[in-house]
């Protein structure tokens, strides 16, 4: 079958469109038959390997993958079942999505919701799934349409395209902040109410501004998060998820102490399953379904190393859908 396989000997890190054979699936109760994967932020630093984010070689890049059971020992599942993954160190020390089959545990797994497609469900993938948890954090730290507007960083990325359709479906106002001024059309089209450019966050600013956003959902870290937490207005939060500056944070506590204000930090990868379960429920009735098509751009398994380097230049909109039998 075909697969993206990083290999790694003497030092030499190499990314391969090939072909293997099952007998390299690692172990696990559920072997899937791959419909769809996709391509995140993360799976761009492992097929670059910008990043150490693989740890186990030889290995199937692909932290997301939704797809039919071939085979299962696990209690949960038969033969036939359509399945969605995503995280739990798949793609990164368990061979993942980037391959016509992958072997897994099948704790991992959960069931395709009726609402989507094997292939809406990838343009959605980690990066929607982890918008939806940002959307879960900033409710539950008690920010509500009625408070302010919110940011969302790297805006027109895969995360931040998701975020600002699901926070305008839900009644927020959306400040949508990017570095591609160009696509304004295209995240006013999300829900996005106003533009603003990424460089007025990305350089050294002070400790405390002026109280602008009631919350913010951030994909970027660095120099932009501690300017967001200079102007979260008193009692907001942010939903920091991510690191396209910079994984640095340098913040002060100002806002902190003087505002009240909350960072709560998002983690997809080891979610516990009610939670994830939770927010594919929420993503099927909060993220308008006809901008799922909007977002997303289907390649196949053979453009998947090019378009990586593409997505880690930033030059990539939205969610990037992989059919891996293209
Ligand atoms: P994408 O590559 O799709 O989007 C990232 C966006 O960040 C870009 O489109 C760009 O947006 C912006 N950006 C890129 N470089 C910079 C920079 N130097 N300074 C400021 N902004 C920049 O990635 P994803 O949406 O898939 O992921 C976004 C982030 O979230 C990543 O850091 C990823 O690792 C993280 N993440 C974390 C998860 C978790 O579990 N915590 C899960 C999923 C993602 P624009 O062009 O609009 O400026």
Redesign the pocket.
Known sequence: MKAILITKEDDVYETNLTDISEDQLPEGNVTVKVDYSTL???D?LAITGKSPVVRKFPLVPGIDLAGTVETSSHADYKAGDQVVLNGWGVGEVHSGGLAEKARVNGDWLVPLPDAFTPKQAMAIG??GY?SMLCVMALEQQGVTPDKGEILV????????SVAISILAKLGYTVIAS???PN?AEYLKSLGASDIID?AEL?SPGRPLGKERWAGAVD??GSH?LANICAGIKYGGAIAA?????GMDLPASVAPFILRGIILNG????YCPRNKRMQAWARLATDLDISHIELITNEISLSEAIPAAKE?LE?N?RGRTVVNVNA
């Open positions: 995140n932020y993360k761009g980690t990066a982890t960083t790297g805006a027109a990325g895969g995360v931040g990017t570095g591609r696509e990424r990305s994909t970027v932009t998820c991510g690191l396209a500056q998002v983690d997809s990868v997505l930033g990539i």
